[in-house]
């Protein structure tokens, strides 16, 4: 079984390979997780394998080019099998870029339970294997690979109580939040600090939602004993509301800040805010204020933490003056607070309300205030390789290579 590594799944293979493992399975393939085509080619006549891919939209013609290449190579000797965001957002169109099965939505079942039928000579019929309706639960498989020892940050929740128009998370995971449990966690964080393991850090949508019995409220006493927890194992660093998970404006909270200065390393928290123009968050229903946004800033500056705040251009709603509004945001959060600013281009993603629509193209202010701010250090982000995709996936929409 060879894994097709890249920049943009080297989260998500470590936990496909947890699942693995804690399903038993591991022991049944030669793994390989190689980061190069050349490496994927067969080393020898008669060997078989199942080449597996998880990719995003923006790599979708890369991908299917690699396809291409690897169905020639091996001819009837592979299996090749694709999941992750793109996928489970257009799985049909997905499929027809040569995968023999394509995974939809969430894998810890189906994935293992394709790979049982595999075995005993009866896969599936269907080349679409969509994930049954139920959620699955969190704890139920390590959380990366102790075999490997291919770690990677832990998938803290799943699932997003809200339903922001452009993300594809609620569409994935669905809108129930999912946790995973301290008493599970430690366990397996435990056993992999001898084995390397050092920073812990966590995959969330938004990690001040962690263990929340309100919708609006953050649970400090499941924040703490998730904290404290995860400090007893003895790892060197712990990290929370920092990437590669962000913390939305409305649940930002003096009580929470003193949590994480307490237990955590983490010198920065990633906000969430998106936009300065309440007209766009409305419109992409993203479901707090531009207010709400600049005094989660505030507190994050004013507990001693850096903010590293995401905004989003190019919206579909969005006018020269909405841009003007959250460079408004921007320029104030950078002066008062010493904000880093990290700066997306929307894209339409498959299976997203927002999919059918186009991008809004970038003024020459805004692109102008955006480039000195990038020049000065206060500003990251791929936004001007995103405005290219955005318009790459019109197009493959226009085309039909997306369906959506």
Known sequence: MIFRKTRGNRHTLPRLLGILEGEGLSGDFDIRIED?????????????????????????????????R????WGDGALIIAG??????????????????????????????????????RPPEAGIIAAPEKNCPLGTHPPFSFE???????????????????????????RRLRHRGIADLSGFLKQAVPLGFRQITFISPNAFAYGAESPREPNLAAIEELLAGC??????????????SEVRPDWVSPEVLRLVKKYCHNQTIVLGAQSGSDSVLSAVHRGH??????AAARMIHEAGFRPHV???????????????????????????FEAR???????PFPGTPLFSRTPSRLDRETRSALLEWEKRGALDGWWKDQETIGRQIVHWREEGIING
């Open 231 to 244: 400090r007893d194992t003895d790892a060197p660093g712990l990290h929370f509301g920092c990437y590669p």
């Open 148 to 174: 490997k020892r291919f770690f990677a940050p832990v998938e803290l929740s799943r699932g997003c109580l809200y339903d922001c128009h452009f993300c594809q998370t609620p569409r994935i995971f669905g």
């Open 36 to 68: 190069s085509l050349s490496k994927m080619a067969p080393k020898g006549s008669g060997e078989r394998a199942v080449l597996c891919f998880s990719f995003m939209t923006p790599h979708l013609m890369e991908v299917k080019g690699e396809v291409e």
């Open 289 to 294: 204020t531009a207010d709400q946004a600049m």
């Open 310 to 336: 995401d905004f989003v251009f190019g919206f579909p709603e969005e006018t020269d003056p909405d841009r003007r509004l959250s460079l408004g945001m921007i320029r104030k959060m950078i002066d008062e």
């Open 341 to 347: 600013v990290h700066v997306h281009t929307f894209m």
């Open 70 to 73: 690897l169905r020639e190579a």
């Open 84 to 121: 992750g965001a793109h996928p489970t957002g257009d799985p049909k169109g997905a499929l027809k870029m040569g995968f023999d099965h394509v995974f939809s939505g969430e894998a810890d079942e189906t994935f293992p339970g394709f790979l049982r039928a595999y075995f005993s000579g």
